[in-house]
Each structure stands twice: as C-alpha cells, then as structure tokens.
C-alpha cells in the first residue's frame, strides 16, 4: 500500500502493528523491514556517511537502530551503537535485533557523557512509546546529539516528542530527517514537534490493506498538491456574479490596513465582487491601493447602508481591525440576522468569546490563533497547543461549525468531519496581518461555491503554500502578508504554466 494522506494516533498504530505481525505470522518480520529502510533511508540522504552513531534506547525502537546498525555493518561503514546506561536488557523482538547485530560483530558501548565522531548520528532512542520527558541519563543522550554537529537521522520519531499530540514535554532531539514507519503520526504534523522533525519521509514496511482492519485515521494531512483538484474550473461564459460577492467588515480606528488585507486577498483568490464596510476615514486609502474593491465608510455599522450590503454578499468576513467598541458591536446582530455564510476573525471571534454573538450558523468558519481558541474555550494558550487537534475538534464540536486553528501545522476540524492537518507554511508567516490575508482567501473560496469546510482547509493550504513561496524569494525575516498576493493568484490557478 502506498501513502494515503492519513495521520494516525499512537493507539491506532498499535493496533496496526497487531493486526500486521498477526498477518505475517512473525513480530519480528517489521523490525526488520524498518531496519532495512532506514538503511536505505541512509543510503539515499547520506550516502558517503563513513563513521556512524547509532543511538539506541531499550524498547523496539532500539530494535529498528540495532537493525539498521546491523545493515550498515554489513556494509562496511564503521558503526558505533550507544545505549542508555543502567536499563535493563532489551526484550522480545528488540533482543532478537541485538542479538543479530552482535553476531554480526557489532560493537555496543554505554553512553559516558560523550558520543563518538561520526558523519552521521542515527536516533533509535524513543518512538511512539516515550511516555514520559527525558530526564538523567536520557535526556543528557539527546543534548550529546543536538550538540553534536552531525545529521541527524530520527527512527519513526524524534526521541522527546509526543508523536500522538506533537507535544515536547522536556528536552527532544533535533532531526535532520525523521523516517516515519507504517503510517503518518498525528503529532510530528503540528505544533512544537515541527521544531524537531526535520523533514519527512515514510516508509509504510508494506503493510496490506486487511491490517487497517478496527484502525480509523484521526486526520488528513494536506499537501500543496491537494491544491490541483481543490477549485473548479470556470466557465468560459462565467460573470462576476457567478464568483461571489463578499463583504469584509472591519478595521475601526487605527486598525485601517487588516480589512484591507482581507479584500485584497479575497480578489487575489477570484472573488467576484469584493465589498468593504469600514471607517469612513479609511476608505480613501484603501481606494487607492486597491480600486478593484467598493467601499463603504460607516460610522455605524448596522441600518441601511449595511442592510444593503448585507443582502447583496454571498459571504461575509467578519472581525480583522474590528476592535471590541460599540461600533463593533452594532454590527453584531445585523450580519447575525443576514443569514449568510460567515468568516470570523480576530475581534469577532473575541465578541464571540464574550457571547456578544447568538449561536453562530453550522456553516460559519472560525479561524482562531491558539491564543483566541485559548478565549473561546476558556483555557490557557499551553492547553491548546498540547494537543491541537483534540483543541480544534473540541471547539469545532462546542460551535457546532467549522474551525481553523491557525500556527504551525494549522488543523481545520469540522463536526462529523475528519480533520486536516495543512502540511505547508513556515516560521516567516508569524507577522501581524497574515490571519487578515487567510480571512480573505477562506471568504473568496466560500464565496466561489466550496462548502465550509472545503473552503476551510483549500484556504488555510493556499494560504500556507502562497507563504512557502513567497519565503523563497528573500527569507522569513520581513516577510510581509501582502508579499503573498501573487502567489495567491498563482496558486490558485493550478492549471496556468508555472513561469519557472
Ligand atoms: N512493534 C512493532 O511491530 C514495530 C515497532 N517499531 C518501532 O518500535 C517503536 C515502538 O516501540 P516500543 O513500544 O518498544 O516503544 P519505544 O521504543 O518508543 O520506547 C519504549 C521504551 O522506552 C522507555 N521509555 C519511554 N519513555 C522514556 C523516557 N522518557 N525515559 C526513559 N525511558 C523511556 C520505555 O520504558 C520502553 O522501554 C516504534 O516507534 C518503531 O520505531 C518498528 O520496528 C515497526 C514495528
Ligand atoms: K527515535
């Protein structure tokens, strides 16, 4: 079976190892398979890699590193196991994989505070059974690795993080490259394990499609490819109001540029007509900078002139630079009464918070950052990131709508919906402004005819991968959301030529 796009908990690739040593008859037989690509894993990433240092803890993913020292001895590299002192011997199939390597003349050696010189450093300390921080002798072991100037291979996991949550809860190794065995795991796709996973591959040990027997994914994870079959075509006789009419609300006293950005992006994304209620003062500015858009200044954000507007969109988004005031507010039961698709953001969502709003419709998208889901849910911003998934679910679940939790690895959760995991963006995309742009890409999308959630997770991509591309052209540091424009436009036209 080739790699299907799911992300899997600890608990369902338990059962997925059971089902598949059942089928094989043997619990040795993926031990070995793991061995073995992870070899080839070497061979492909590092192949002149002379001197190597295999970092080995007690439990099977010791196994896999005795495994894969095995291999490489084979192969006349000069391999150096290191295991963790005072733990007792491995047993089961892990004894068996020291066994091998020892018999084929493999030195092991206690870990004394240093490793030795080495090209390569192949991490086989912990994989998805680390249930605790490293701490003593462990947790000295990964600080010798990250200090130790040389790649850094990581076995299935980056030993110290939670693969289930992608948690870190102490000191965790830094990988060049992680080898992800079986399936995917939820947790190295988002939150802090993004710091530790390097990049990524996986090797499925050739699991059959009878082994998923009992095993449910608990997410998607989503790729730039994903973007080729996300957006229908147009029409050759299509208009403008086939494309959708959105109306961003936004952006009172001194917070003029975020509904900017949101109808910027929201052009950028193919809406058909994009309309802009703000503070009458900011209209000029935004006028001169992008004239494709109408705007509406309001002193007051409800009657006739927002009854009008209202009537006319196909989707409203709802909260960049709307501040908490009283003009805030007055919007609040106006666009609630609408009935229309809705995207909240930023202040909306603190409204949202407080209960200013009634109960949002089921087809309304949130896209809170960890430290606004952290509001919603009445919990502290740690309490969402330890587990982002189970956070984005259960706010999903208590809105009963679709939500997007934005920061690295954004999960957009649905009710009755299997997660997604975006597995695109990067660090420079932490800059004010940014969530105004995906605000605007989400809304153009919704407005385009994709469903809540579609228009969710094509939109935090799009956005995600727009920001991948931008970053190449001079780096993280100064990366502006607005710099992402052309490549919104770009990617959503996967069908035009790629200039380079
Ligand atoms: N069971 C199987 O069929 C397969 C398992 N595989 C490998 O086996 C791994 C899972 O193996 P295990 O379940 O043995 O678990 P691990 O090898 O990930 O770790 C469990 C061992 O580490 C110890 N440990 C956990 N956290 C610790 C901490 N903070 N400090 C000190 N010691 C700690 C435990 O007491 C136990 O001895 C996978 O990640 C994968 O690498 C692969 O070989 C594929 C097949
Ligand atoms: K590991």
């Known amino acids: ?134 701490e003593g002798d462990a947790a000295r072991l990964i600080e010798a690795i990250n200090s130790h100037g040389a790649p850094v291979l990581a076995l299935d996991v980056p030993s110290g993080v939670d693969a289930g949550t992608g948690t870190v809860p102490g000191i965790a190794v830094q990988a060049s490259h992680t080898l992800e065995f ?57 208009h403008k109001g086939q494309h959708g009419r959105v109306l961003c609300i936004g ?49 007051v954000l409800g009657g006739v002139t927002l009854e009008g507007s209202l009537a006319a969109c196909d989707v409203v988004a709802i909260g960049p630079g709307l501040s908490q005031s009283e003009w805030a507010r007055e919007a609040v039961p106006w666009v609630s009464r609408a009935g229309k698709p809705l995207v909240l953001d930023a202040d909306a969502l603190n409204l949202l918070a407080e209960s200013a709003w009634p109960v949002v419709p089921s087809d309304t998208i949130l896209t809170p950052h960890p430290g606004e889901a952290a509001r919603l849910l009445g919990v502290t911003t740690p309490d969402i990131q330890r587990d982002r998934l189970a956070s984005a679910r259960q706010l999903a679940e208590r809105h009963g709508c679709t939500v997007v939790l934005k920061g690295a690895g954004t999960v957009v959760a649905s009710p009755g919906r299997r997660p997604v995991v975006i597995a695109a963006g990067n660090p420079g995309m932490a800059v004010g402004g940014m969530g105004d742009v995906l605000t605007g890409t989400i809304a153009a999308l919704r407005a385009q005819g ?51």
């Open 450 to 500: 994709l469903d809540a959630f579609e228009a969710a997770c094509t939109g935090a991509l799009l956005h995600a991968a727009a920001g991948d591309r931008a970053v190449l052209e001079g780096g993280a540091r100064g990366l502006l959301p607005t710099d992402l424009s052309p490549w919104l436009r770009r990617l959503a036209n996967p069908d035009f030529p790629d200039p380079r």
């Open 182 to 238: 079986m399936r995917r795991k939820a947790g190295l796709w988002t939150g802090a394990a993004l710091n530790h996973r390097g990049t990524a591959s996986l090797d499925t040990l050739e699991l059959e499609t009878t082994d998923f027997d009992g095993v449910e994914a608990v997410a998607m994870r989503w790729t730039v490819d994903a973007l080729a079959h996300a957006l229908p075509a147009r029409r050759r006789d299509s």
């Open 1 to 134: 079976m080739h790699e299907d796009g799911t992300l899997h908990s600890i608990d369902g690739l338990r059962r997925l190892e059971a089902n598949a040593a059942r089928r094989l008859g043997d619990d040795r037989a993926l031990m070995r398979r793991a061995g073995l690509a992870a070899w080839h894993a070497v061979l492909a990433h590092w192949p002149d890699a002379r001197r190597i240092v295999v970092a080995c803890g007690p439990g099977n993913n010791g196994g896999d590193g005795h495994e894969l020292a095995m291999h490489a001895l084979a192969c006349g590299r000069d391999v150096s196991v290191v295991g963790l002192p005072a733990t007792s011997p491995a047993g089961g199939t892990a004894a068996e994989a020291v066994r091998r390597y020892t018999e084929a003349g493999g030195r092991s050696q206690v870990f004394d505070g240093r490793l030795p010189h080495a090209d390569l450093v192949v991490d086989a300390l912990f994989g998805i059974g680390l249930h605790r921080a490293p």
């Open 251 to 299: 952006g009172d006293h001194g917070h003029g540029g975020a509904i900017v950005m949101v109808a910027e992006a929201a052009l950028r994304v193919g809406a058909g007509l994009v309309e802009v209620a703000t503070r009458p003062a900011h209209v000029a500015p935004l006028l001169a900078r992008r004239p494709e858009a109408m705007a509406r200044g309001c002193d």
